[in-house]
């Protein structure tokens, strides 16, 4: 799909897409989340759904699959964070989308649901990257996630801050690797071009940014 094709779908399908997000933001203040110190959640939703505007032309296979990947974004983080089921999150699907869409969209979010564990590595282990990489989209969206974390990451200068960017930088070639089904199926696709801007956040010596960014693509 044509970048001009993709943003002609955006704007066919703008008000459906709006509802999401309006829930998705709705749900998440329900449960008093916040991101960073001190911003409602919906700012990291908003941040993960900007890479999938800026770049989902990319993966998109079919007009029937916006709807399904949008919501995937927005709901994202639904199970893990804001107290929903599976059940939970395809029966609002279904409010929104045919039944079909409802269960790739849910399958979206059911994928990106951490597993239960008592440290980093447990949480997102194996099992939790196999489920990626065998969903459609999931990959991409794991990835537009991984990207708007960086970039808040390496948008601040307080401890937490400068913490996870030495830990999501530690993680890139792990995480692309892992996030990675290799299929030739485009909605399994893990872009070139999002990688080089995750690169871009993480590394701070310019001379180096497109070698280690390329290094990073052929490593996995």
Do not use: C, W
């Given at each position: 799909m044509t970048r001009v094709e993709f943003e002609a779908l955006m704007e066919k399908y703008a008000e459906q897409i709006e509802h999401i997000r309006q829930t998705a933001h709705d749900?998440?203040?329900?449960?008093?989340?916040?991101?960073?110190?001190?911003?409602?959640?919906?700012?990291?939703?908003?941040m993960v759904v900007n890479g999938i505007r800026n770049f989902g032309h990319l993966v998109c296979a079919k007009e029937e699959d916006i709807l399904p990947l949008f919501f995937g974004g927005y709901?994202?983080?639904?199970?893990?964070?804001?107290?929903?089921?599976?059940?939970?999150?395809?029966?609002?699907?279904?409010?929104?989308?045919?039944?079909?869409?409802?269960?790739?969209?849910?399958?979206?979010?059911?994928?990106?649901?951490?597993?239960?564990?008592?440290?980093?590595?447990?949480?997102?282990?194996?099992?939790?990257?196999?489920?990626?990489?065998?969903?459609?989209?999931?990959?991409?969206?794991k990835l537009c996630d991984r990207l708007a974390n960086i970039t808040f990451s390496c948008s601040g200068i307080n401890e937490d801050n400068l913490h996870m960017k030495e830990v999501y930088k530690g993680e890139v070639p792990h995480f692309l690797a892992s996030i990675n089904p290799h299929s030739d199926d485009k909605r399994f696709l893990v872009p070139q071009e999002v990688v080089l801007k995750l690169a871009e956040c993480l590394i701070d010596d310019l001379e180096r940014e497109e070698q280690n960014a390329s290094a990073w693509w052929h490593e996995y």
């Open positions: 749900l998440h203040k329900s449960v008093n989340q916040t991101y960073g110190d001190d911003l409602p959640y919906g700012y990291h939703l908003d709901y994202h983080d639904s199970i893990e964070d804001a107290r929903l089921t599976y059940n939970d999150v395809l029966k609002t699907a279904r409010e929104m989308m045919t039944e079909e869409q409802a269960y790739m969209a849910t399958e979206i979010a059911y994928a990106l649901t951490n597993d239960k564990g008592r440290t980093r590595a447990e949480r997102a282990g194996e099992k939790y990257y196999k489920g990626i990489r065998e969903t459609p989209y999931a990959p991409f969206v």
